[in-house]
């Protein structure tokens, strides 16, 4: 059935329509190549540069520390595999987390194929990193600690600050998958001892296919795509010109309107995650409670499948994503939510709704009764349930 309620804000957002303007002349009149000297050219390098300024002031970073990359996947490749180059002859060894995005957990294992020896960290039952484990996990080969800013299944937001402090204290470099928390929570590169940070525009309302690495001035790091001088010759290729000026839009979109439109997520996303604790049974919040982005909900149903809830809420007109690795066409249950302890057949029955600006209370009281339908019709189907309620009436 046609979409009528997006609650998969996670996976993508929709471009927000003053981007879309934004980014129009680049396709239509501005469609200078801006490595051209000629006032169309300029016009394309100065929309970049602009671009560039807009997302450095997010972060508080310099505009030169930010490289343009064709999104958050490719950031985080260059990242982990720049880093495990150039940094070769102090060592090999690369601390992350179990819960990270595969654009980090598949790198790695690249990686590990090439040399590098790598520490996955576990995380308690929210999600959250344990500090104790990181601090005895660096040796002196250790040249890079890499930890997302903010979970995209669970939602659960790291501490940041506190990984930061120990990368700095013991001279590694630190990296953050920040992809879902930038223009969601403030981050001040800074004040957080950040090194390198991956971030990508269509999370943000902004464009498809356009993301910056934050490269902190100093670091060494290899070049990811050779050829031009683009990008400080670090990144080479004709820029996304119409990309970066959606992406600029976007960022500063974000941030200008962070702290009204997350007070207004986090009241309605508390108000939902409360409905479904208290009206559905058998049910259970993944991710932290508190330390969670402000748009995330992500609930576990015993003795529910998530893809025929997924295909249900679908036939309701209500785009939903489950804990389950669906996209890859295994049946695993998310990493993440094995890391966080939860049994194979619980984390089978999850599922992540992430709601947007646009979401209204309407939405997500429509979603309760669908959800609260479908879970009652399927447990009617599963043996397991039957079996459950017979042994809790003997
Ligand atoms: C979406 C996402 C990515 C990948 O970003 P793309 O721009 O789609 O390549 C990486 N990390 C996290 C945490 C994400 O949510």
Redesign the pocket.
Known sequence: MKTSIYLDN?ATTKTAQEVVDAMLPYFTENYGNPSSIYDLGTKSKEAITKGREQIAEVLGAKSEEIYFTA????A?NWALKATFEAYKNKGNHIITTKIE?H??LHTCEYLEKRGAKITYLDVDENGVVDLDQLQKAITPETILISV?FA??EIGTIQPIKEIGMIAKEHNILFHT?A??AFGQVPINVDELNIDML?S????INGP?GI?FLYIRKGVKIRSFVHGGAQERKRRAGTENVPGIVGYGVAAKRAADSMEERTKKEIELRDYFIGRILNEIPYVRLNGDPKRRLPNNINVSFQFVEGESLLIMLDMKGIAASSGSACTSGSLDPSHVLLAIGLPHEIAHGSLRMTISDETTKEDLDYTLDQIKEIISRLRQMSPLYEDFVRKHQA
Do not use: R, W, Y
Not at 71 to 74: A, K, L, P, T
């Open positions: 996670a999104g958050g996947s490719e985080d995005h654009a980090i997302m979970n995209n998958d992809v879902q991956s990508s525009g269509h999370k498809k993301g």
